[in-house]
C-alpha cells in the first residue's frame, strides 16, 4: 500500500475513516509523547470509583437495597482498628462481591476490594451471527485505598483495577485509496482472544487549589513519556512511599 496517499475505510457499509495517513499513523505509534486528553479521562474514570456521590463504585456498594453484607472480624490498618465487612449481591442488577475495611473510631471507609461476583458480568455485545462481532467483560476486580491526612479528611491513597474481556471479530476491511484511480485493498480479519489491562493510580500528595489558580492554569496538550523494555529499580528511588509490585520486578517488553 502507498505509504503517501491517504486511505478510505470501509467494512462492509459502514464507513470507519475517511483519510487514513499510513505515515503520520506509524510516526504516531513512535513517539515519545502521550496525549493528555485520553490520559485525563482514564485518570478521571479510575479515581470516580473511590468517590461517594451518584452513581460510582463506592456508592453502589454501600447501597443496602442492592447488596448483603456480614462481619467477619477485626484487624489493623493504617495504625487503625478496623472492622471486615464482607458484601454479596442481593439483587440481580448487583455486580459485585469483596470486603470493606471500616475504621472504628470514624466509621470511616479505608479500604475496599471489589470483584465480580459468582456468575457476574459486565457490558456484552453478541452479534456473532449478524454481523461477526461478539464482546463480553469478564474481569473487573480491584483495590482502593484511602488514608487520613492531616485535617483529618480521608483521601484516595492508592487505586488499583484489573479488567478482562472475551472478544470475537470477523469482517472484512477495505482499504479505498483517495485518489483518482481509487484503488483498494481488501483484507478478511477473524480474531477471537482474551485482553486483560491493570490500571494503577498513586497519590504522592494532596493540597488545596484555589478556584482562581484553577482557572488560569493552562494544562499541555501532550506530555513525554519513558519507555523500557524491562524493570528499571533506579526510577523508584524517589517514591519510597510504595513498593513495587512483583509483576513491575518481572516486566520484560518487547525489543525494538
Keep these: 500500500m502507498d505509504t503517501t496517499k491517504t486511505f478510505k475505510i470501509k467494512t462492509g457499509i459502514l464507513k470507519i475513516e475517511d483519510s487514513l495517513d499510513l505515515k503520520a499513523s506509524r510516526e504516531q505509534s513512535n513517539r515519545m509523547t502521550y496525549d493528555l486528553e485520553p490520559l485525563n479521562k482514564d485518570t478521571f474514570t479510575l479515581l470516580k470509583a473511590s468517590q461517594n456521590y451518584e452513581n460510582t463504585l463506592l456508592r453502589s456498594l454501600l447501597n443496602t437495597d442492592d447488596y448483603e453484607y456480614s462481619f467477619e472480624g477485626t484487624t489493623g490498618f493504617n495504625n487503625e482498628l478496623v472492622y471486615i465487612i464482607n458484601y454479596k449481591p442481593k439483587r440481580s442488577k ?33 452479534l456473532k451471527f449478524l454481523l461477526g ?49 481509487k484503488n483498494k485493498v481488501t483484507f478478511n480479519f ?25 482557572d488560569a492554569y493552562e494544562q499541555k496538550e501532550n506530555v513525554k513519556f519513558q ?15 510504595i ?14
Design 94 to 126: 448487583s455486580k459485585f462481591s469483596g470486603k470493606l475495611y471500616v475504621a472504628d473510631e470514624t466509621f470511616a471507609i479505608l479500604k475496599i476490594d471489589y470483584r465480580f461476583a459468582k456468575g457476574k458480568r459486565g457490558e456484552k455485545v453478541n
Design 133 to 181: 462481532i461478539q464482546y463480553e467483560e469478564n474481569i473487573k476486580r480491584g483495590i482502593i485505598i484511602f488514608h487520613k491526612s492531616e485535617d483529618g479528611v480521608y483521601y484516595p491513597h492508592y487505586i488499583k483495577e484489573e479488567r478482562g474481556n472475551f472478544f470475537f471479530i470477523d469482517r472484512s476491511l477495505k482499504f479505498i485509496e483517495n485518489s483518482a484511480s
Design 190 to 214: 477473524l480474531i477471537e482472544g482474551r485482553a486483560r489491562e491493570k490500571r494503577e493510580m498513586y497519590f504522592i500528595r494532596h493540597s488545596y487549589l484555589k478556584n482562581s489558580t484553577y
Design 227 to 241: 519507555k523500557l523494555s524491562q524493570y528499571d529499580p533506579n526510577i523508584w528511588k524517589t517514591y519510597n512511599a
Design 243 to 256: 513498593e513495587p509490585i512483583e509483576e513491575m520486578k518481572q516486566f520484560k517488553g518487547a525489543t525494538d
